[in-house]
């Protein structure tokens, strides 16, 4: 009996991931057109941010965070006119390039998105912060970016690997 319940609660678990999933479907993402859609469009698409961070000029930037089980995290930027002005996929190894030694962990946080896993070493008196990404069109291009920090907060180091996750089935 228990084994049955078991299966129910994995297949459970899989079709919840399945729906949550469809709300980051590039169709969907692909239905909004920057300085045409409006917030309430994009808050139709993909529902309540995330975060919602202080943008330039007046401008909010929404926080649409797919991690741990995705691969991106969106932010899209809505102008004070209350038109979608941009929408951006942040983990890419243009943006990990600009995280530099001293930032602080909050100004990461807000150029990256929320981490998919965050780890802290006490005897190292290090914090890890973890972002699965694509680095290429297949799966199998799943690496993990890992950012580093010191007690004060600050960046130490970056690093990318390739995902474990991709050699836990083998």
């Given at each position: 009996m228990k084994m049955f319940s078991y299966r129910w609660a994995v297949l459970a678990l899989a079709f919840g991931t399945a729906l949550w999933l469809a709300a980051c479907d590039p169709q969907r993402i692909?239905?909004?057109?920057?300085?045409?859609?409006?917030?309430?469009?994009?808050?139709?698409?993909?529902?309540?941010?995330?975060?919602?961070?202080?943008?330039?000029d007046g401008a909010q930037v929404y926080e649409y965070n797919r991690q741990p089980a995705g691969y991106q995290n969106y932010q899209i930027t809505i102008g004070p006119d209350g038109k979608m002005a941009a929408l951006?996929?942040?983990?890419?190894?243009?943006?990990?390039?600009?995280?530099?030694?001293g930032m602080a962990m909050e100004e990461v946080r807000r150029m990256l998105g929320k981490p998919m896993k965050i780890t802290t070493y006490?005897?190292?008196?290090?914090?890890?912060?973890?972002?699965?990404?694509?680095?290429?069109?297949?799966?199998?291009?799943?690496?993990?970016?890992?950012?580093?920090?010191?007690?004060?907060?600050?960046?130490?180091?970056?690093?990318?690997?390739?995902?474990?996750?991709?050699?836990?089935?083998?």
């Open positions: 692909g239905e909004l057109e920057e300085g045409v859609s409006t917030e309430a469009d994009v808050r139709e698409r993909f529902g309540p941010p995330e975060a919602v961070w202080d943008g330039p951006r996929q942040v983990l890419t190894p243009s943006n990990f390039a600009l995280i530099q030694p006490e005897l190292k008196r290090e914090t890890h912060y973890d972002w699965r990404y694509h680095d290429g069109p297949n799966d199998s291009d799943s690496k993990v970016f890992t950012v580093i920090f010191s007690p004060d907060l600050r960046v130490v180091s970056t690093m990318s690997v390739r995902d474990p996750e991709l050699d836990r089935d083998r």
